[in-house]
């Protein structure tokens, strides 16, 4: 059974660094075809894919966010990590991460909510 | 950016009636091994999306086969049929054929 669950700091202010974290079970990020997502969620608003690791340690990031974003993982400790640097209140959302395949996202963490606040 | 167009934004229907959805996508999403990676996602109030259908058409494990999905290359549907209350919530298509990886904008299902 596959499970995710992120946490990060809650709150956080303008131009500081977002770090979140990504525990997960059921899988390992040393197996063949095996990744994790990072997508986020402003408050009603729709789904914006933020970058993907793989097993293999290659990464995805989206071009919108420019050189902002890093992702990595603890593959001995089953999880995977994004940083998000210089926040600003545009980046308030709730963050999930989610498994990945070859064929695409399927399982899903709960999200972790972040407010970008001064 | 491949761009996923989705409509309509919101839909109001009946318990026991049928509803579609359609997604439409800027670029063909068939990859260079032949497959298809349009996906389509539930997000139930409060609750992160769950994935509903894989690769236009697959069920997810679980899934009643009251869903289905159909299309190609660029034109994708989502039927619910006999609609029930615990369908409600939005609707998500989403690509994984092309980075980035694009969703649409949601469709927002209301029970009359």
């Known amino acids: 059974q596959v499970t995710l669950k992120e946490s990060g700091p809650g709150i956080l202010q303008p131009s500081h660094t977002l770090s979140l974290t990504c525990s997960f079970s059921g899988f390992s990020l040393s197996t063949y075809g095996m990744g994790v997502s990072w997508i986020r969620q402003p408050s009603g608003k729709g789904l914006e894919w933020l970058a993907s690791i793989w097993w293999n340690g290659n990464t995805y990031n989206n071009p919108s966010l420019k050189s902002r974003l890093t992702v990595s993982k603890d593959t001995s400790n089953n999880q995977a990590f994004l940083k998000v640097t210089s926040v600003d209140t545009a980046d308030t959302a709730t963050y999930y991460c989610a498994h990945t395949r070859f064929g695409g996202i399927d399982y899903w963490g709960q999200g972790v909510m972040v407010t970008v606040s001064s | 950016d491949v761009v996923m167009t989705q409509t309509p934004p919101s839909l109001s229907v009946a318990i026991g009636q049928s509803v579609s959805i359609s997604c439409k996508s800027s670029?063909?999403?068939?990859?260079?091994?032949?497959?298809?990676?349009l996906h389509w996602l539930l997000q139930s109030s409060g609750r992160s999306p769950k994935r509903l259908i894989y690769?236009?058409?697959n069920l997810d494990s679980g899934v009643p086969d009251r869903f289905s999905g159909t299309g190609s290359q660029k034109d994708f549907t989502l039927k619910i049929s006999r609609v029930e209350a615990k369908d409600l919530g939005v609707y998500y298509c989403a690509q994984t054929t092309h980075f980035p990886l694009t969703f649409g904008s949601g469709t927002k299902l209301e029970i009359k």
């Open positions: 670029q063909s999403l068939v990859y260079s091994d032949g497959k298809t990676y």
């Open positions: 690769q236009v058409s």
